[in-house]
């Protein structure tokens, strides 16, 4: 089900900027973000929870960064120096869990999907 909003896909040229954002986000241990691309399976992005700790795939560690605005509930993915292979379509997601990690079955609660191409 699409539970989230997930505006700020969008195309780019390699090494350029993009920042998404998923809107409806409530409280939640757990907030993260995933993106797929066809015929691959579903991968963590990055990561962060209540207590604003992140983790981050080691393919965007350094370029990419989460974070959130609990007054306004949106999670948000600042997306730097991006390559062609981060093109895919990125999801938000949300879990009520003690322990984060990037495993899709976690996650109770997901935005639509925005698409992210990036041009070289």
């Known amino acids: 089900q699409v539970q989230l909003v997930e505006p700020g896909g969008g195309s780019v040229q390699a090494g350029g900027s993009l920042r998404l954002s998923c809107e409806g986000v409530?409280?939640?241990?757990?907030m993260a973000w995933f993106r797929q691309s066809p015929g691959k399976t579903r991968e963590g992005v990055a990561l962060?929870?209540?207590?604003?700790?992140?983790d981050y795939a080691e393919s965007v560690k350094g370029r990419f960064t989460v974070s959130k605005d609990n007054a306004k509930n949106i999670l948000y993915l600042q997306m730097n120096s991006l390559k062609a292979e981060d093109s895919a379509m990125y999801y938000c997601?949300?879990?009520?869990?003690?322990?984060?990690?990037?495993?899709?079955?976690?996650?109770?609660?997901w935005g639509q999907g925005t698409q992210v191409t990036v041009s070289s």
């Open positions: 962060i929870t209540s207590g604003s700790s992140t």
């Open positions: 997601a949300a879990a009520p869990r003690w322990a984060c990690r990037f495993v899709p079955a976690d996650y109770s609660y």
């Open positions: 409530e409280y939640m241990d757990c």
